[in-house]
């Protein structure tokens, strides 16, 4: 699990649709990025950075 992402999220007081929403991706590709068994596109890394305000490298932690 990226326990970093996840707890972005929870702080930004987003759910998993709501951030799959933004990004414009199924909830169910969202949740698997966020559960470590996807990797996710470099552009979907870029908008989280932007979204939650924190570099990708820590957010892609596993």
């Known amino acids: 699990m990226r326990k970093n ?8 007081g987003m759910t998993q649709k ?4 933004y ?4 909830l169910s ?8 068994n996807r990797i996710g596109a ?4 870029d908008k989280l950075e932007d ?4 570099h990708q490298r820590k957010l892609r932690e596993i």
């Open 42 to 45: 470099v552009d979907l890394w």
């Open 51 to 54: 979204l939650f305000n924190i």
């Open 29 to 36: 590709h969202y949740q698997m990025i966020e559960q470590g």
């Open 18 to 21: 709501q951030v799959a929403e």
């Open 23 to 26: 990004l414009g991706i199924t």
């Open 5 to 12: 992402l996840k707890e972005a999220r929870q702080k930004a």
